[in-house]
């Protein structure tokens, strides 16, 4: 797939325009060119039709070519554009945009980066965000909420430029944002040179079109939901690749013994690929023309209109990648079979990006996951085994981080992702106890517990960063009071209480048991020394007594061998 800007992901999914062959070479030529032949194609059309001031904004269901295309003053809501000043804009916008050409020719190497494993033109985005009257203090506020955003901007590897937002009690539903705001964002994307709008909520697809009508040609405008889609389909298409390397060096014990962890990311993949195509779907504008050649001469001439025939073909793709996932699970399921056979328990880490989850696994396994500071630095969740000094052992998974206003394409995406935490004996809630914002985040990561019904499972909270914290004693007090342990996963503070706490849960949810293992099933015997906590041990003639406490998936195991009491 080319990726001339990060954001080719969001204008067209990889998925359907696939250029297996074509590996980028990075120079502002190619640059220029395939910016305006591919991802600008749409906005290129727009010009030709609607001039850049106009503001007047359009019926979700219109389309380009039921506008007029010739140039008139336009009534906003902030004050009437008189006809010179308008063409004095519009003059000032050719300029710009010309500057802006040039300016990109010339700079265009030097922005240029490198972001998740990849060579992308950092974009410069302007993000907008509205504040609803009557929100409750205690969710996340508008500058939070557009400070996060800026995070996963930089994430996706755009540079922010700058930001507003808005008061609103409703959204409009032309526009999300009031008429006035679009004329004010629209003279601020012009002095910022900005190429991308991102806003902060879910737009519909009219409301997208709208906004990029009336932002004037050269502009996108994006969701907060594409953005995230487009961070994971950067990250899902790194880690499908540096798995793949993997393979073919082969001989790499950990694929060998977590054979399941293929599957996990391939469906990854795929649930990445399904929520990018549903929310592309509704969103589909003229700018899918390549599809035509996909569909083949016949299809069109059966009279289908394009669009018809793009949203057709889109369907089939989700229909078939439906159908991959489903075969991918069945597949897995498989592998957790065979894992459930061996009883250890299974830990899994959940809380909001950034909290600290990768670190915290890094440490206490040794494990090589990219942990750093940028939101969804995990994708693909892995398991590890955790030895611990009394010999116990337990895995532990690291998860995909949540976010607040998680849009609802990928709670499905995260919900097969996270089977892996509903088999789970533990959930820790890792929480980054120095960030302003800890108890709404938490507050976050319940919700979406609940949307995927893990919140029956029990919970062990943790609060990390405590190295970090503005009052470390006073959080650490705090955290006794309230049955939490406080750890810093980057100094290594306080994860032998993490552990022990751990063994301590896991214990609660063991069953006792007292049986007879012969001596031929030697290695029952030391798995529950393993897995279980042993309270006594007696050799018997035909065997080996033993009482202790052991996981419930293996109590089954041990039923054959049970209800012998020892005296
Ligand atoms: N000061 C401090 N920084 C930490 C600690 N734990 C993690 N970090 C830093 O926090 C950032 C995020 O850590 P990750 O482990 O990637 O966080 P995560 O929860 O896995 O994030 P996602 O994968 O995005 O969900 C990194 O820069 C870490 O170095 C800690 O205990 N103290
Ligand atoms: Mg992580």
């Avoid at 910016?35 to 359009?58: A, G, K, M, P, W």
């Avoid at 309230?482 to 022990?500: H, K, P, Q, R």
């Avoid at 006792?512 to 012969?518: D, N, S, T």
Wanted: hydrophobic content about 40%; charged content about 30%.
């Amino acid at each position: 797939m080319s990726s001339c800007s990060c954001f080719s992901t969001i204008l067209k999914s990889p998925i359907l325009i696939r250029e297996p062959n074509f590996i980028p070479r990075w120079n502002s030529k190619v640059f220029t060119l395939k910016r305006h032949s591919q991802n600008f194609s749409s906005c290129i059309c727009y010009t030709r039709v609607l001039h850049q001031d106009q503001i007047e904004v359009l019926n979700p269901d219109d389309t380009v070519e039921e506008q007029n295309a010739a140039f008139e003053g336009h009534e906003i809501a902030s004050g009437r554009l008189k006809e010179e000043e308008a063409f004095k804009e519009e003059t000032r916008n050719q300029n710009s945009s010309e500057k802006k050409r040039n300016v990109g020719e010339k700079n265009s190497d030097s922005r240029f980066k490198l972001c998740n494993g990849r060579e992308v033109f950092e974009e410069k985005a302007y993000i907008v965000g509205v504040a609803r009257k009557g929100d409750s203090d205690d969710s996340f506020g508008i500058e939070e909420s557009l400070s996060e955003l800026a995070q996963l901007a930089d994430t996706a590897g755009l540079l922010v430029v700058g930001s507003t937002y808005q008061k609103l009690a409703t959204a409009n539903p032309r526009t999300y944002i009031g008429s006035g705001k679009v004329a004010e964002i629209k003279s601020a994307i012009h002095a910022f040179d900005a190429e991308t709008v991102i806003f902060d909520d879910e737009l519909s697809p009219g409301q997208l079109r709208n906004l990029e009508k009336a932002f004037g040609g050269d502009v996108r405008v994006c969701d907060r939901t594409a953005l995230i889609l487009d961070i994971f389909n950067q990250r899902a298409a790194t880690r499908e690749a540096a798995l793949q390397a993997i393979y073919f060096n082969a001989r790499v014990q950990v694929i060998r013994s977590f054979p399941y962890v293929d599957t996990k990311k391939k469906e990854k993949k795929f649930q990445v690929s399904l929520a990018q195509m549903e929310y592309q779907l509704p969103r589909l504008t003229r700018m899918w023309t390549h599809l035509e050649r996909q569909a083949g001469g016949q299809v069109k001439g059966m009279g289908e209109k394009q669009i018809e025939v793009d949203k057709r073909i889109l369907r089939t793709q989700i229909g078939a990648l439906k159908k991959e996932i489903e075969s991918v699970r069945k597949h897995r399921k498989q592998y957790r079979n065979r894992r459930t056979a061996v009883p250890v328990p299974v830990v899994s880490l959940v809380g909001y990006t950034n909290a600290g989850k990768s670190t915290l696994l890094n440490r206490l396994t040794g494990a090589d996951v990219l942990a750093e500071d940028k939101l969804f630095a995990t994708l693909d969740p892995t398991t590890r085994r955790v030895q611990m000094k009394n010999g116990k052992e337990f895995l532990l998974s690291d998860t995909v981080g949540f976010i607040q206003k998680l849009p609802t394409t990928l709670v499905a995406a995260f919900r097969a992702t996270l089977e892996e935490i509903s088999e789970s004996s533990l959930l820790v809630h890792v929480v980054d106890i120095s960030h302003p914002l800890a108890e709404q985040q938490i507050e976050a990561v319940d919700k979406v517990l609940s949307e995927l019904d893990a919140s029956s499972i029990p919970m062990l909270m943790v609060w990390n960063k405590v190295d970090k914290a503005n009052d470390p004693e006073k959080i650490i007090m705090e955290a006794k009071r309230n049955d939490v342990v406080c750890i810093s996963a980057l100094t290594g503070e306080g994860l032998e209480e993490f552990c022990n706490a751990v063994q301590e849960r896991l214990k609660d949810m063991m069953v006792w048991v007292e049986a007879l293992i012969p001596f031929d099933k030697g290695e029952l015997l030391s798995t529950i020394h393993r897995v279980g906590m042993v309270e006594k041990t007696v050799y018997a003639e035909n065997g080996t007594l033993v009482r202790a406490y052991v996981p419930l998936r293996f109590a089954r195991l041990l039923t054959p061998m049970r209800q012998i009491c020892m005296s």
